[in-house]
């Protein structure tokens, strides 16, 4: 209807506008409901304006609301040309001294000089560089910390007499490695002797080689002592006490040349047979003690184990004193106790070292050039003769039981005229003919192939045997993910592995701590075989599914493929992922072309070709590694190619302290031992860090929060105001939420602070106060002087809580949260010896009535901690497992207990809990942020119902106008179909009216 148009069809009336002037009044109910709509939303718009103004000043308040809030600090170098001091937070303050002893490094190397790296031809006949990541010198440096069994070393000073009475003091406050010792000693500048490492001590002799030496302490300390070279001694040699042993106390994980007692693996039982039989169960030792004494235990007086005499491995003697001994068992390799090591010695029977001579290494850690290890056994001998130039020869036989040291020493130990020692590269021997003969050096295994294993085998004219790479086992089960990628390490992720025959398999490495821990996992998978390759540099991987597809390993999170050298897509059944690189050169190849083929390889340095500005020869090749510290060494050699190395690997090393400085390292030279402060070692020297409170911090966080107070208070004000001149009204006047959090806000942080002191428990004492106009106004100066004489007061009043008491209801933990707990137990408690306890804590209501179910079991001890704030859980039992409590049923109790960490480290019996804030006693920051969190939470606050209130509204006055507009169109229609007859009704009448003047002008006679 309302399409049609009847303006003035018969009437001539403006029918439109009729209807529209009726149909006015009818619509005047909408424009009133259109006002009311936008003053709700002008309303909510007003309250979103405050929702965001409180969440500001919450920003600020929950930086107050806690302690940690008030850890802000200035850390400042005195030297930051060596060391740099970054950090804005602080637990500890004060001066802290440091001596930086040695800077990170990565290796480096550079080749000869070539007149030009994309011409010359610096291969004719082709041939390799080989390239080992990981610290695989045969040579290892001593930590002073790891002599005397663990138990380290005196700092202090010692005095040196030699033979002519002249006398030094050395000072070896700040030595870290036996290195510093030696070198310190023969830099001393007045007595005339010189230091060196011989097997397990120190010696001392006078140059003159003749006359008295002595060695004493200055200042009353220990230091000579310590290092086993006090006293004196006629002849002009002192040789010091061993230092070099094990202890009772001495780690599992750090014997055989770290390598550790099956790392990663249970230790299982040991069967011991000799006079008679019987099993130790040895699984969770951590010690060697532990070992020694479970063995005790098992043998109940038949048998006694104990630390051989030199304390490097262990003994046992069978009081029936059999004529042999076996001991059998997964981990009796790695004791040294397994038949092809024991050996009977003075109605005993001691097993092999498991630790090797001072800067040395076992034979056992040595894989020989081909990986199959030196072969030799207490029970089949390796022998080899090594002949000199003039004919001499000696015979040198291996039992498996020596080291590197004493291997070395055998060789000029007969006959022949030679010397061997471990060669430039740091990862083989060499043996030199000193005879002067003009004969070969000739080398022959006459009984296994120890002499191959070691590379010297053969007949060498030039009198020089230059032994291959023996790969001394750096890389090993036991090696801590942590220490790869030069501390980097692995992080937490997913592996997949594809199978030959097509079948994938996803691998996390969350929570794996050690290669070996990766080798279980990928053991796990049905099909693939994972083991340290025999050469000890890296992973054998083996698919036994048959398949004749690839072996693909990629990382789908993380990057532990990568991080262990397993990443790639490998054709063959077997492969070795070694890191160790041999790079072939084609003939004729340029350093160019060299650097191109180490890059093609995926060897991980920095390799480039520069020019040193010489005449003859500046075009050299740099190769890099990729990252600092020891344990990513670079080796490298090469047959065609020579290189200098000019940069070896190396941790950070710095001292922290004075009269006894702890020993920090670092790979990348980055400290965290101040907490909050970040320390990067940049040179070398002396260096104190003074870490102070930033009050002027905390005064500008202060000063926030009296800004976006009165930011918020002041917005209020205006949006509820009234002006009486003018009669308006501000956006919210008479609104209850504004008014109502602008009061409420004012009183938190006025009202006192319940359980402070009561010369600081409220808002006046910093300075704080409202002022005529309603803002809130802060005295600087009152504000700075209570941050400089009573700071952790100031702390308190912000972030106050009130501490456990046995009334305080479980209910109040976690600022009204309350405790959490679950339908059934809520806890599992794992304790030391083995055992477990499960705990229901539904019962408990407060305090006492949860420790009192905590306590029931005498296993298990739990308190308030000394803070009274936290939970301290004592583990009373004994043994070698892991205290721990855990959830059940999803509870979330641990954490709701404070329980970050609910894992005791190292044995440990107790676990310390962290704070529990209560919602009583609140400090100011913490009433505020409770306060607005009323108004701000984004699921039930109020302004989010108040939001939602306004929407609903604003929705049913829409149906309203609507409904208004559906009567209005009908009252429309209606008008118009009124009208409508009306003007048909008078077209007829027209119609009618013209018929009937015709008729009568047609009965009109003409005139």
């Known amino acids: 209807m309302s399409g049609l148009g009847i303006d003035g069809l018969v009437s001539g009336l403006d029918t439109s506008g009729i209807i529209t002037e009726l149909l006015k009044l009818r619509q005047k109910p909408i424009d009133g409901i259109k006002a009311r709509i936008e003053k709700t939303q002008d309303r909510a718009e007003a309250l979103k304006e405050l929702n965001t103004r409180a969440l500001a000043l919450q920003e600020i308040v929950k930086r107050l609301r806690l302690p ?214 040895i699984n969770g030792a951590r010690t060697i003690g532990e070992v020694l004494d479970r063995i005790n235990t098992a043998g109940a007086g038949t048998l006694t184990a104990a630390l051989t005499p030199d304390g490097k491995a262990i003994r046992l003697t069978d009081a029936g004193a059999p004529a042999a001994l076996t001991v059998t068992g997964a981990a009796a390799a790695d004791l040294g106790l397994s038949a092809d090591a024991l050996a009977p010695v003075s109605g005993a029977f001691e097993g092999r070292a498991l630790l090797a001579s001072l800067g040395s290494v076992l034979g056992t850690s040595i894989r020989g050039v081909n990986g199959g290890g030196l072969g030799a056994t207490v029970q089949t001998p390796a022998t080899f003769s090594v002949t000199d130039g003039q004919g001499q020869q000696t015979l040198v036989t291996l039992h498996g039981r020596e080291d590197l040291r004493e291997i070395l020493a055998r060789f000029s130990g007969g006959a022949a005229q030679v010397k061997a020692s471990i060669n430039a590269e740091g990862t083989g021997i060499e043996v030199l003919d000193v005879s002067g003969g003009s004969g070969a050096l ?299 959090l602008a ?57 106050h809580s009130a501490p456990l008491k046995d009334s305080t209801a479980l209910s109040a933990f976690h600022d009204g949260q309350g405790l959490r707990r679950a339908a059934g137990h809520d806890l599992r408690v794992r304790f030391r010896d083995g055992t477990s306890l499960d705990l229901d804590l539904s019962g408990a209501h407060n305090v006492r009535e949860l420790l009192a179910l905590l306590n029931a079991d005498g296993r298990l001890s739990a308190a308030v901690g000394a803070d009274g704030r936290s939970f301290l859980f004592t583990d009373n039992t004994s043994g070698s497992q892991t205290f721990a409590l855990s959830d059940l049923n999803q509870s979330g109790t641990t954490q709701s207990l404070g329980l970050l960490q609910p894992q005791a480290g190292n044995g440990a019996a107790t676990l310390q809990g962290g704070a529990i804030l209560l919602a009583e006693e609140q400090g100011l920051a913490r009433r505020l942020d409770r306060e607005i969190e009323r108004y701000v939470n984004s699921l039930d606050g109020v302004f989010r119902r108040r939001r939602e209130e306004s929407d609903k509204r604003v929705e049913a006055y829409n149906a309203d106008i609507a409904r208004i507009g559906r009567g209005v169109n009908m009252e429309r229609e209606r008008l118009m179909r009124q009208f409508q007859s009306l003007e048909k009704f008078l077209a007829q009448s027209q119609q009618l009216q013209t018929q009937l003047a015709g008729q009568l002008k047609a009965l009109t006679p003409p005139k």
Not at 208 to 229: D, H, K
Not at 633 to 656: C, K, N, V, Y
Not at 779 to 797: I, K, M, P, S, Y
């Open 68 to 281: 940690s809030g008030f850890s802000r600090a200035q850390a400042v170098s005195q030297n930051p040309a060596v060391l740099r001091a970054t950090g804005e937070s602080a637990g500890q303050l004060g001066t802290f001294s440091f001596v930086a002893k040695q800077v990170a490094a990565a290796s480096q190397f550079v080749s000869r000089g070539f007149p030009d790296p994309d011409r010359t031809a610096v291969a004719p006949q082709g041939g390799h560089v080989t390239i080992e990541l990981g610290d695989a010198r045969l040579s290892r440096s001593v930590d002073l910390a790891a002599i005397n069994g663990g138990a380290g070393f005196a700092r202090g000073k010692i005095r040196i007499v030699d033979d002519g009475g002249r006398s030094a003091v050395v000072d070896l406050a700040s030595a870290v490695t036996l290195r510093d010792v030696v070198d310190a000693i023969n830099a001393n500048g007045a007595a005339q002797v010189e230091a060196a490492v011989e097997g397990d001590s120190l010696v001392l002799r006078n140059l003159s080689q003749a006359g008295s030496l002595s060695v004493s302490e200055v200042g009353g300390g220990s230091t000579a002592a310590s290092l086993g070279i006090a006293g004196s001694a006629a002849g002009g040699t002192l040789t010091g006490q061993s230092i070099n042993r094990i202890n009772a106390q001495t780690p599992l994980s750090a014997l055989n040349d770290g390598r550790g007692v099956l790392a990663g693996q249970d230790l299982g039982v040991l069967t011991i047979q000799g006079s008679s039989t019987f099993a130790a169960n």
């Open 442 to 740: 000739t080398i022959t295994d006459q009984s296994g192939a120890a002499a191959a294993a070691l590379g010297v085998a053969g007949s060498h004219a030039l009198g020089r045997a230059a032994g291959a790479n023996v790969n001394f086992q750096h890389f090993h089960a036991g090696r801590a993910l942590s220490t790869l990628l030069g501390g980097q390490g692995v992080q937490s992720g997913e592996m997949r592995v594809r199978l030959r025959n097509g079948s994938e398999a996803a691998i996390r490495t969350a929570g794996a701590r050690s290669v070996g821990d990766i080798l279980a996992r990928l053991n796990a998978v049905p099909g693939l075989s994972a083991s340290i390759n025999s050469r000890g540099d890296g992973i054998q991987l083996t698919d036994t599914t048959g398949g004749s597809g690839n072996l693909a390993i990629e990382d789908l999170s993380g990057n532990a493929a990568r991080a262990l050298n397993l990443a790639g897509v490998f054709s063959g059944a077997s492969v070795d992922r070694s890191f160790e690189f041999r790079v072939q050169v084609a003939p004729g190849a340029t350093l160019n072309a060299v650097m191109t083929e180490i890059v093609r390889a995926g060897v991980p340095v920095h390799v480039a070709t520069f020019g040193d500005g010489s005449p003859a020869g500046p075009a050299r090749l740099s190769i890099t590694g990729k990252f600092q510290g020891s344990d990513a060494a670079l080796t490298l050699s090469s047959d065609f190619l020579s290189f200098t190395q000019t940069s070896e690997a190396r941790d950070a090393l710095l001292l922290m302290g004075e009269s006894s400085p702890q020993v920090l390292r670092s790979r990348n030279g980055t400290f965290n031992v101040i907490p909050g402060v970040t320390l990067d070692l940049l040179g070398v020297g002396s260096a104190s860090v003074t870490v102070s409170r930033d009050t002027a911090a905390t005064a500008g966080d202060i000063k926030t929060l009296v800004e976006r107070f009165n930011d918020l208070t002041a917005k209020v004000k205006e949006f509820t105001a009234f002006d009486t001149q003018s009669l308006s009204t501000g956006r919210l006047h008479g609104d209850a939420t504004a008014i109502t």
């Open 743 to 799: 009061a409420t806000l004012k009183r938190r942080l006025l009202d006192p602070v319940a359980g402070i002191d009561s010369t600081m428990n409220n808002a006046a004492a910093l300075g704080l106060s409202i002022d005529r106009s309603g803002a809130l106004t802060l005295d600087e100066g009152r504000l700075q002087n209570a941050l400089n004489q009573r700071f952790e007061q100031v702390a308190e009043l912000f972030s």
